[in-house]
């Protein structure tokens, strides 16, 4: 089976892309925006409409891939790429991508991926957003080609071994920090809240006493609403190097207010993702791994997510040779092509750390799907419902599709034993 022709069309993302800096440093919330300057290059305000772009494959026997080109809500920080621009990357597909891929053969996903990663256009790599797209369409269209899920393409050509079956989900709270922990804890969520905790002042407290009453309110809630004792959600909050703020980048200081949090957080699991902003990713590595010793040196449970500065698969393959963690945020649109996340969640678990197959609330409903696909044929720790900050929607998105790809891929097992 062939391509025979390569469509782009600029489409709505699932959520904003929003300057983190200007967020940081104080930008006031005005009802569903922000007020004040951006600080971000690229940005025009604190908060923008997200952009995605939809990269559909017709391939010669009628058939339709696809796949969503969409980048992170805080583009531009942490060695990210810059805002994406949807205009300009139709541009850049139809110009590069489509001549390379019109009439291609649809042998295997693995070789016809890393053609797109590897495309340089003026000495550069495409934009992770594009080849995060495109690479979606492709594993899409040698899925349809083979008749097969496209769980099973991924499981098949990198040998995983994984069982096709749903990975836990992670739900984010957004803003609505307390009504959507009602809606996860009744729609028995595998790992909550998220929080959202992105500004010192509002949200973690100078002195973190405002994210220690939120995490304690969450705890009693799961407690009061949960419909039976075996559910037991994992607690990850996400506060984007905002304990490292208030405590003046001190690990000491800042693992003895975690290992406060995790008591708080008991009888549950707490994870705490970017703790700490250091800066570099050799500062990040430092820090985190120093974190973590910390934590452990206290007897205390709590785990470490690292987000910011491990972006790429190369800078994944150094925080897990280093230890730097407890859990890594594979986060899907910044590596690229999805042949990266792939790679890079398995390369997480063969090294004795917790795969999270994460991503933004800023994707599409397209790219949560391919992403459910990719975590469970990897057998990640967790999956991210998205897009969205609603809670519904991203579990619906994610977990309808889970449960979908593990039936097929059940009936058909079911079936090659019957023949054989």
């Not at 942490?78 to 805002?83: K, S």
């Not at 899409?140 to 393409?153: C, I, K, N, P, W």
């Not at 037991?232 to 693992?255: C, K, M, N």
């Not at 419902?385 to 579990?395: F, Q, R, W």
Request: charge should be negative; hydrophobic fraction near 45%; aromatic fraction near 4%.
């Amino acid at each position: 089976m062939k391509i025979s022709e390569v469509l782009a069309v600029p489409v709505r993302a699932g959520f904003f892309a929003d300057d983190q800096a200007a967020i940081l440093g104080g930008a006031v919330r005005d009802g569903g925006t922000y007020l004040g300057s951006p600080l971000t290059p690229g940005f025009s305000a604190v908060r923008q409409a997200g952009e995605a772009v939809s990269v559909m494959l017709l391939l010669d026997d009628g058939q339709v891939a696809h796949g969503d080109c969409a980048a992170v809500q805080y583009s531009g920080v942490g060695g990210r790429d810059a805002l994406f621009d949807a205009t300009r990357a139709v541009a850049l597909i139809l110009e590069h991508v489509a001549p390379l891929l019109r009439g291609h053969e649809l042998t295997d996903f693995r070789s016809i991926a890393a053609l797109i990663d590897e495309l340089q256009v003026d000495g550069h790599p495409l934009p992770a957003a594009i080849r995060y797209g495109v690479t979606q369409a492709l594993l899409d269209a040698v899925a349809r080609s083979r008749g097969l899920t496209m769980a099973e393409v991924v499981r098949n050509e990198y040998q995983t071994g994984a069982e096709i079956v749903p990975v836990p989900m992670f739900v984010q709270s957004g803003d609505d920090r307390y009504d959507s922990v009602d809606k996860m804890i009744l729609k028995r969520a595998d790992v909550l809240p998220h929080g959202l905790i992105n500004n010192v002042e509002t949200k973690l407290g100078r002195d973190g006493q405002l994210l220690l009453a939120y995490l304690s309110w969450v705890r009693d809630r799961v407690l009061a609403l949960r419909d039976g004792a075996d559910y037991a959600p994992v607690l990850h909050i996400d506060v984007y190097g905002t304990i490292g703020v208030a405590f003046g980048g001190d690990s000491e200081r800042v693992a003895d207010y975690l290992a406060t949090l995790g008591e708080a957080a008991a009888p549950f699991r707490l994870r705490v993702e970017h703790a700490i902003d250091a800066g570099s990713r050799d500062g990040q590595i430092a820090t985190s791994a120093a974190l973590r010793r910390a934590l452990r040196a206290r007897g205390s449970d709590v785990q470490i997510v690292v987000d910011e500065w491990c972006n790429t698969l190369d800078d994944i393959r150094l925080f897990v040779a280093a230890g730097a963690a407890d859990v890594i945020h594979v986060k899907t649109p910044d590596l690229g092509g999805v042949n990266n996340t792939i790679e890079a969640l398995l390369l997480v678990a063969r090294g004795g750390l917790l795969a999270y197959c994460g991503g933004t609330c800023n994707e599409t409903d397209r790219s949560a799907q391919v992403s459910a696909n990719i975590a469970m044929a990897c057998a990640a720790h967790q999956v991210l419902a998205k897009p969205g900050m609603g809670v519904d929607e991203g579990m619906m998105i994610v977990g309808n599709e889970m449960t979908r790809v593990a039936a097929l891929v059940a009936a058909r097992t079911v079936r090659s034993e019957r023949v054989l």
